[in-house]
């Protein structure tokens, strides 16, 4: 079975905006539907706060009776018309006529801005995209999950913040956000293709939810096969980091065992807290640090991996034993460091290795900063994007002794801890220079601990579950390799790369992995870099230099033909693919649909930022003549869809027709109700 929108809400009438456009006159806008014109007003409202520099046109509304509202924009120059928001205006409505509505704004943190620009910058839909998994041993009541994540939502505004559409993005707090929990019993998918699915959709930020969840299996005695539940988080760097959703989990599994509602209000303090927190910050003392610890391009073991546009990933995983984790913890102890210290230190080494540097040199990477040393109270019970990179340079000398490498590593940690909630690009604004930035990230996963209360809550209903594992994502570093430790307490390092650079990558985890256990068997206060370098010259190794990136793909995929025509003159309706959409669900839609368009099916646009441009003028262009010559044009999507809707339909009046943008809220909805609504919008043309 899917939880999909569809079915979460009771049955009623949809809400349809219309929008008319055209190239000269002003749109309108037609609403159908339960939507109070108090709603309509605050909707406006809402509008003209979280998009400032939108033209102030006035918008005279007009009730023709209950449900039945005419916008019509009565100021504001004609070619101001690109300008105006109508579709976040409609996504509001459809969204918000229920009564959810754009409750704060608030500016987007520089690393918020950071991981939005890298992801806006890519067309892979999965960049900046993290997924968590674990097993779920014992009974497992669906109601009561789905209801928990609802639970969870309600009370973590996080879940309900979403990125603006303005050029310095913003973020903006729903009131209400609904979370799509998807359950599929055992058999019906395999996990990996699951998972990897999963992460090609992607995460549109623009849109509230920045969480998904997916169920495998489950019920009431676990499954007929014996076989644990798996669920699946997926979610966005810019709004979620790896700490926040395991505080999410937690509190997931607080409302799970209050039989699916959890107790209390919404959670404070929030991000809503953390930026106004951090706006009060004197960026002083950090750039002092940062610029006096900047060395420069001198003797610097250059960027060896680079990103080559290809969307095939690689991942190796490589696993310490208990033993092997617990010997590396006691030998970085010793030297006055931890095992994030040592992970450092041998990466360090294999980095110097593989640039073939010869004498000292420096050696830079970046390591994930968890962003909860901060002196924000409560920053550790804080969900949202404050885990980020923070740049790192050492220098590896062949004649120093692995103790000083390690003290130097973890000075610079210490003194750096004070200033993690500084972003990569303030740095850079702040040091300068032309040289390449690092290009391998590492990260060690410390995750919040498990409440022993919530354990013997969960242990009391026959439920045993394992911490949540991140799965790896794209990011702007070429490779990533992440270490946390697993339920029996080993060591595991995941490395996430292009599968252009596999035979490279998995062979520096192989090193590292080696490094990792021979240094506390082996090394002491006297061993050299050098003499550890020598560990790994029998083992030889490929050489490691840039890759060529590879071209982007132009274009835009071809409209899939859900509905013929019933005659040639009919005009045609393109259905924007909304996320968690199946196409079997479009179908029933067409199937339904009793009017005479051509229905086809579109690619998906992203919700706002400058991908979403170039979508909507790829899926326009895909749509070729012979659509381009029919009389009637509508675009058509979902709540969510609406500034894609108007995007497309705006090319659309450019080109000279007089095109339709419909957005209908599918809110408690089947398809044979959305086709019927559909065919009324089209067929309501003035």
Known sequence: MTTSRFARLPQGEPITVVVELGPSALPVLELHGPVESIHIEAALDSIATCHPHAPAWTADLESRGPGQHTLRFTDGAHDEQSEFPLGALADLLTHAGRGSFMSRCLPATPLQRDLLADADTHPDPGRQVEQAAWDWHGPLDAGRFTAAWHSVFAHESVLRTTFDDQPEPGLVVHDHAEPEVVRLPHGTAEWHSLVEADRRRGIDPRRPAPLRVTLLGGGPAGSATGAPARVLLTYHHALLDSWSVRLLVREFYRAYLAGGELPGGERRPDMTDYVTWLGQQDTAAAEDFFTSTDTGDLLAVPPLFTDTGSRAEGRSRLRLTKEETAALANW????????????????????????????????????????????????????????????????????????????????????????????????????????????????????PRVLPELEAGLAAAGIQVEPPQTLGARTAYPVMLTAHHDRSGSLVLTASYDQVRLSEITELLAHAALLLRELPRGSGQHTTLGEVLGLLTHMGGAAVGPVEAEPEESGGPLPTVLRHPARADAGAVGLLQAPGITRAFYDQLAHAYPGPEELLLLAPVPAGGSRADVAARAVYDALGSRVRSHGGLAFAGFSGDGAAACAIARLAAADGHRPLAVVLDASGTGPDDLARRLASAVASRT
């Open 332 to 447: 970085a102890a010793t030297w006055g460091g931890g095992e994030s210290i040592a992970l450092q230190a041998v990466w360090a080494l294999l980095l110097y290795r593989a640039g073939r540097a010869e004498g000292p040199s420096q050696v830079r990477f970046a390591t994930t900063a968890a962003g909860r040393s901060i002196l924000f109270e409560g920053v550790e019970r804080t969900p949202g994007a404050l885990a980020g990179p923070l740049p790192q340079s050492v220098l590896v000398d062949p004649a120093a002794t692995v103790p000083q490498l390690i003290t130097d590593l973890r000075d610079r940690c210490l003194n750096q801890a004070a200033y993690e909630w500084v972003s990569a690009s303030q740095i850079h604004s702040w040091t300068g220079g032309p040289r390449p930035p690092a290009d391998t990230l590492l990260t060690f996963e410390a995750p």
